[in-house]
């Protein structure tokens, strides 16, 4: 059975920091792209990061550059998002996905991951 499970959300205070893991079973993270998304109250789902462990190569959003690292831990079969430097406006639910087809272009769109899991909260007070 294919499961993503989060963790490592939490609340936190603005310029406070966290890592969130994204943990894999049924499946290897080096056959696919993994993404972090989020989603606050009253707003669409929008990609954060995309890590893809065939080839290092990793995608950010331009609202979380320089201030969010994702990395993956092939042994752990685990995909981290280390969050620093936090805003009130990254509140939200962060949930992994995996992918194996979209083209780079669309590594933030969520319609192309297969697979999902039930998503962490993430809280910063101002």
């Known amino acids: 059975e294919v499961q993503l499970v989060e963790s490592g959300g939490g609340l936190v205070q603005a310029g406070g920091f966290l890592r969130l893991s994204c943990a894999a079973s049924?499946?290897?993270?080096?056959?696919?792209?993994i993404g972090w998304f989020r989603q606050a109250p009253g707003k669409e789902r929008e990609g954060v990061s995309r890590i893809s462990s065939s080839d290092g190569s990793t995608y950010y959003a331009d609202s979380v550059k320089g201030r969010f690292t994702i990395s993956s831990d092939n042994a752990k079969n685990t995909v981290y998002l280390q969050m620093n430097s936090l805003k009130p406006e990254d509140t939200a639910v962060y949930y992994c996905a995996a992918d194996r087809t979209s083209p780079t272009t669309k590594w933030a769109d969520a319609n192309w991951y297969d697979y999902w899991g039930q998503g962490t909260q993430v809280t910063v007070s101002s």
């Open positions: 049924g499946f290897s993270v080096d056959d696919y792209a």
